[in-house]
């Protein structure tokens, strides 16, 4: 009898053991938050490295091509300092599964908080933060992708910043630092545009006051030297 019963609890319990480990573990919700036509620009990249001849983007433009389900295509393009463009890729992204051939960083589920998975899987890397911050004049929710590796002599860290609403990211940075020699090596971009959120455009200055205040800036320059000859004398 007691070997009828191990043998019936005995697949039951791999059975649960491959469940718990393979099944989806997050409570959350991973959705799309982006239509296509939808993009970000990025720019201000800086660029360190050990390489003199690394020639640092100027730009780069990803924009939604395509969504079906879980999944959404994006279209990369951009332009390097020099001139030259960066060779226009696409990419697929799903959202709630990943891809084992594709390191999904480009965009993630919609509405995601603290402490999510950004993958419905069991092993997935976890939001350490989510926060309101200022996005070229806008206030947006942002969620805060953060991890460190510490490897044959380097420590790595990467951040990753994703709006909340559309789960684009928004920005990167990357720090590598080589214990020996003591040197640092650094990477990032950040959102120069985008037509996701309304922007608030940088107010121009006018031209027309640019005179009377070089005629002011000229008087009292005139009037302080006066000044210090009256003084002086």
Known sequence: MMNSRLKIAFPLVCFLLIVAFVAPVSAAEY???????????????????????????????????????????????????????????????????????????????????????????????????????????????VNILNFTYSAAGQDMTFTYIYDKASGMHLGFEMEITIIEPAVTYTNSYTIIDTNIFDVEPIPEFPSWIILPLFMIATLLAVMLQKRKHTTQQ
């Open 31 to 141: 959705n799309p938050g982006v239509s296509v036509g939808q993009w970000i620009k990025y720019g201000d990249y800086v660029v360190t490295t050990p390489a003199e001849t690394v020639i640092s983007p100027d730009w780069s433009m990803m924009e939604v091509i395509g969504v079906s389900g879980k999944e959404i295509t994006l279209r990369i393009t951009g332009a390097y300092m020099n001139g030259t463009a960066i060779p226009s890729s696409e990419v697929i992204c799903n959202i709630e599964a990943g891809s084992i051939n594709e390191w999904q960083r480009y965009i993630i589920a919609a509405n995601l908080n603290q402490g999510d998975k950004i993958l419905n899987l069991a092993v997935s890397d976890t939001i350490n933060k989510t926060e309101t911050r200022t996005i070229l004049g806008t206030s947006r929710s």
